[in-house]
């Protein structure tokens, strides 16, 4: 299990996001202050993937579009199109909170024994898996969460053998990108070209472009590759990052490594997005009055 954790303040918000990644599932324990996810600007995977997401708000509050609020805990399992891939018609939701905790799993289709999708509303999770919920916000690591795999199959969530198929030992060409990876992570350093990569790694060029399409591939990042997978991700970190109470398009750019906001633009626009004003004007956070 490889992983890297990110804290980030900007904009009068906070993010902080624990990522776990195995070959079955990829989970994020997310912890955003002041900020809206909004899955209707939610930039899609331009490759198909087949997953789900088991969408668990521990606080704050999870939106349906036309249905109303619901305050943490709260959990769905979600398809890829109405996370991952969006797309037209459908249903979307905002999750947002002074104080916001977010665990998500993503899993493949074949793994998820409940009823796929948004249509189907919040699912009913016995008080031991909340309590596995918790325990992995306290303390993020990789015993919690085998904690939580072993605790959702045993609720009949999840597919009894997710937990039997994680590494316990990574082989040495993914242990060795990941090292420096990890730092990036940890400041979203999405603008990070291919030769400062291969430079701190001490990789050519050809060796490393070898070792992280196998990494992307074999842990279903975004995307074809990993150009692809950072493009998404800065692009994600953009929209969010927008949403902040104190945020200016111009800061956010900036602040995930765009040259400019023209350039942020001509990426949103790339997208299927709107512009970035429309977006910050969407999903600006302000606190309860």
């Given at each position: 299990?490889?992983?890297a954790t990110?804290?980030?303040?900007f904009?009068?918000?906070?993010?902080?996001?624990?990522?776990?990644?195995?070959?079955r599932?990829?989970?994020?324990?997310?912890?955003?202050?002041?900020l809206?996810?909004?899955s209707?600007?939610?930039?899609?995977a331009?490759?198909?993937?087949?997953?789900?997401?088991?969408?668990?708000?521990?606080?704050?509050?999870?939106a349906?579009?036309?249905?109303?609020?619901?305050?943490?805990?709260?959990?769905?399992v979600l398809?890829?199109?109405?996370?991952?891939?969006?797309?037209?018609?459908?249903?979307?939701?905002?999750?947002f909170?002074q104080?916001c905790?977010?665990?998500?799993?993503r899993?493949p289709?074949?793994?998820?024994?409940?009823?796929i999708g948004?249509m189907?509303?919040?699912?009913?999770l016995?008080?031991g898996?909340?309590?596995?919920?918790r325990?992995?916000?306290a303390a993020?690591g990789?015993?919690?969460?085998?904690h939580?795999l072993?605790?959702?199959?045993?609720?009949?969530?999840?597919?009894?053998?997710?937990?039997a198929?994680?590494?316990?030992?990574?082989?040495?060409?993914f242990?060795r990108?990941?090292?420096?990876?990890?730092?990036?992570?940890?400041?979203?350093?999405?603008?990070t070209?291919?030769?400062?990569?291969?430079?701190?790694?001490?990789?050519?060029l050809?060796?490393?472009?070898?070792?992280?399409?196998d990494?992307?591939?074999?842990?279903?990042?975004?995307?074809?590759?990993?150009?692809?997978a950072m493009?998404?991700?800065?692009?994600r970190?953009?929209?969010?990052?927008l949403s902040?109470?104190d945020?200016?398009?111009?800061?956010?750019?900036?602040?995930?490594?765009?040259s400019?906001?023209?350039?942020?633009?001509?990426a949103?626009?790339d997208?299927?997005?709107?512009?970035?004003?429309?977006?910050?004007?969407?999903?600006?956070y302000?606190?309860?009055?």
């Amino acid at each position: 299990m490889l992983a890297a954790t990110s804290h980030l303040a900007f904009g009068g918000a906070t993010l902080r996001s624990t990522v776990f990644l195995e070959r079955r599932l990829r989970l994020h324990l997310v912890r955003r202050d002041r900020l809206v996810f909004d899955s209707a600007f939610a930039p899609p995977a331009r490759v198909p993937s087949g997953s789900v997401h088991l969408f668990a708000q521990l606080s704050g509050t999870f939106a349906p579009n036309g249905a109303p609020p619901l305050t943490g805990p709260c959990a769905f399992v979600l398809a890829e199109t109405e996370f991952d891939r969006v797309t037209r018609g459908a249903l979307t939701f905002r999750s947002f909170g002074q104080r916001c905790t977010i665990v998500e799993l993503r899993l493949p289709a074949a793994d998820i024994r409940l009823p796929i999708g948004l249509m189907h509303g919040a699912i009913a999770l016995a008080p031991g898996v909340w309590d596995a919920y918790r325990a992995l916000e306290a303390a993020p690591g990789e015993p919690a969460v085998h904690h939580l795999l072993a605790a959702l199959a045993g609720a009949g969530v999840v597919s009894a053998d997710l937990i039997a198929s994680v590494v316990a030992d990574e082989p040495e060409r993914f242990t060795r990108v990941w090292a420096v990876v990890q730092p990036l992570y940890q400041h979203l350093a999405t603008s990070t070209s291919l030769k400062q990569i291969s430079t701190l790694a001490g990789l050519s060029l050809r060796q490393l472009g070898r070792d992280l399409t196998d990494l992307t591939r074999t842990f279903g990042l975004f995307g074809a590759g990993f150009r692809d997978a950072m493009r998404i991700l800065r692009l994600r970190a953009a929209v969010l990052l927008l949403s902040a109470p104190d945020a200016a398009p111009n800061d956010v750019a900036r602040a995930v490594g765009y040259s400019s906001l023209d350039a942020m633009g001509r990426a949103f626009r790339d997208a299927g997005l709107p512009p970035p004003s429309l977006v910050h004007a969407a999903v600006r956070y302000s606190d309860p009055a």
